[in-house]
């Protein structure tokens, strides 16, 4: 199957996305560069993959009066510091005031239509994955992809790796990437969606899916762009970031380039990853035992990084969108330890609170679930069928097709 699907794509210019009569087809590989053919975990969708190169610059950014850690024992002080009762670190730091950052980046993107759909694709959801996660996050395995089951639902899906992510180009970690850049480069690609500039697709609906950063990332784009998103679907989110900090400290964050995998070598200091323990991935994602073993170790072998940057900016994301008035959906492991301490119903359901505080013109479809069992990373969990059941439902009932 997918040898004739990437002879059909060199050989001309129109690649049908299935087996069966379909008006959507990857008419060409335009915005890709190194463009491939590859299918979905679970072979319900067709995808075009390659590097993006897209223009966007801000404003916002934030110049940090600071170079990066020297050592692991720097960096270490640094997350205490950060972390600590009554901390100023970030305002003593930011202290350098706005800052422009712009530019032409390569961002690895993944543009995926359902196979065996009769009639036209109208719909696309754009999927931003959170911190130390890359795009294969929505696409993990059969029952663990969410990008198979939008594809049986007829919903084209564009994932990707955020900047300073995975395949995609890693600019300076502490000027440049950072959450106003990021929030950017989403409203970048929604209108290339929007206007056909990817594969030479154009699609009438866009909804911003995102997971952890992803979702404050989501949110932020609805704060700036309202218009942007027909709809929003963030997991792994909460209007409290504090729990996240003890999160993070727990993972033991090492300077990236000093992992002994050694797959970060060259990175600057800036960058920072998991430490290499499987204990250290259990603690801050997973809830013991609802997730596959295997599932757990493939992910724990291909976790990313996170950069100081976008840490010390989080708060430019997490603030009220009163201009967006399409729905929201927002939902949670039960047992999130990064943004509930573990239970997302003390003191209260912290999804339902997530809508009302930060989207108090949101439309009345809007909906939120919590799925049981189930740590912060909820896609490799064996709640992840539900969780992908109800966004899909969520969704319909929104007549958001």
Known sequence: ????????????????????ATTRTFNSNAGFTNASLVSSADKKAACVTGTIYINVSTATNTRFLYAGP????????????????????????GAGGNATVGGRWAVFGKLCLPIGIAEGVKTVQLLTHGGTLDYTYWDIAPNYSYVDVAAEAGYATFSYDRLGTGLSEHPDPIQVLQMPLQVEIIHGFVQMLRAGDLAGLTFEKVVGVGHSVGAGLSQGVTTQYPSDFDAVILTGHSTDFTDALVGSVSTGMQIANTDPSG??????????????VEQAHQYAFYRYPYYDQQIFK???AISQTNAFGELWTLAAVYVPAPLFTGPVDVVNGENDYFYCRGDCMYPTNQAALAISAFYPTASNGSQTYLVPNTGHSINPHF?????????????QANKIY
């Not at 270490?76 to 510091?81: G, I, R």
């Not at 797959?263 to 290499?276: C, E, I, Q, T």
């Not at 709640?383 to 969704?395: D, T």
Request: no cysteine; proline share 3%.
């Open 298 to 300: 493939s992910q724990y």
């Open 1 to 20: 199957m997918l040898v004739s699907l990437y002879l059909a794509f060199l050989g001309s210019t129109t690649f049908v996305a299935g087996s069966s």
């Open 383 to 395: 709640g992840a069928p539900k969780a992908f059941r109800h966004m899909i439902s969520f969704l």
């Open 263 to 276: 797959r970060f070598k060259g990175l600057a200091n800036g960058y920072f990853s998991l430490a290499p």
């Open 70 to 93: 020297a050592n692991n024992m720097a960096a270490t002080e640094l997350f205490v510091e950060y972390t600590q009762a009554n901390s100023s670190i970030v305002a003593e730091l």
